[in-house]
């Protein structure tokens, strides 16, 4: 996946989102990138927005995910998708159309916010499904076969990812079984003479709940390593390395928020349970 860079603006967006709806864009422009959109939308007001922008060799992030930007309002929410329950990813121009490789980091983006978010596979929707507006365009021909198409690779593509992960762990073979280290056989050589046969396992249980892209958001020294072709996955880092240095892998919206909203969220909240015991006991009395 390609790298994630924040450039994050201070206009265009309003406080609050609830994820549950991930819509794609088409910024409908002949060539433009995600950098010089990013640039646009942080210089001032301009009414519109996204969360994300993606071409061929970058994703920008100019909103944050839980706050609400300005990419499907046209549609008022008459079709229960709308800027305060949703995420906008922008697909920028190449010769006037999406080229593969933007998909491409599209898709890979929109598995990662899904995971993190929960978000299902029918609710990664088009601007189109918001509003009837015809975005992003590019994918509309014969019936919208070319966007049937991405959202099939969405999926499928993260099964062939899948296959690409490690097979062995030196580290966790040697830590497990302790006659192996001591008589200094390659563990590997030895695994596939003998080990196997005698059910040695080659490598660390997955933990319950963990997830490839959380695991990515919570150790971005890791996500910058698969970034640079040295791990083919974050799963390929935690069967070597992350299982023995108890890495986190689990990740929640509270964790993209800052300290100072959380504890305003949390005051608030106590506020108004303060008001609705000062109601009961008034209806009591």
């Keep these: 996946m390609v790298s994630i860079i924040k450039q994050i603006s201070n206009y265009n967006y309003e406080d609050g989102n609830n994820v549950q709806y991930i819509v794609c864009h088409f910024t409908g422009n002949s060539n433009d990138s995600a950098q010089g959109n990013a640039n646009y939308f942080n210089a001032c007001d301009r009414e519109a927005s996204a969360h ?9 992030q100019v909103v944050e995910d839980f706050n609400a930007s300005w990419h499907c309002g046209d549609g008022n929410g008459a079709y229960g998708i709308s800027n305060y329950n949703s995420i906008g990813i922008e697909m920028c121009g190449t010769n006037g159309d999406i080229s593969e490789k933007t998909a491409k980091n599209a898709r890979d983006l929109i598995r990662l916010l899904m995971n993190k978010y929960g978000v299902p596979i029918d609710r990664v929707v088009r601007h189109y499904d918001a509003s009837r507006k015809n975005c992003p365009s590019p994918f509309s021909c014969n019936n ?7 959202k099939d690779k969405i999926v499928n593509e993260v099964e062939e990812e899948e296959m690409k992960i490690r097979a062995f762990s030196r580290t966790w073979y040697l ?34 709940g963990y997830t490839d892209s959380g695991y ?4 971005p020294d890791v996500a910058a390593a ?35 909203e959380i504890d305003t969220k949390v005051k608030a909240m106590v506020e108004q349970l303060k008001k609705q015991v000062n109601d009961i006991e008034n209806l009591v009395k």
């Design 175 to 208: 830590s497990q079984y302790q006659d192996v280290a001591k008589n200094g056989i390659d563990p590997y050589q030895h695994y596939l003479a003998y080990g196997k046969k005698e059910g040695r396992q080659p490598l660390p249980p997955i933990p319950t």
């Design 52 to 60: 994300y922008f993606v071409d061929d060799n970058v994703i920008y």
């Design 216 to 219: 990515l958001i919570c150790n």
């Design 226 to 260: 698969v970034n640079k072709g040295i791990f083919v996955s974050g799963l390929d880092h935690y069967y070597e390395f992350g299982w023995r240095e108890g890495r986190k892998f689990t990740y929640s919206l509270v964790d993209a928020m800052p300290q100072s």
């Design 144 to 150: 919208w076969t070319r966007w049937a198409d991405f």
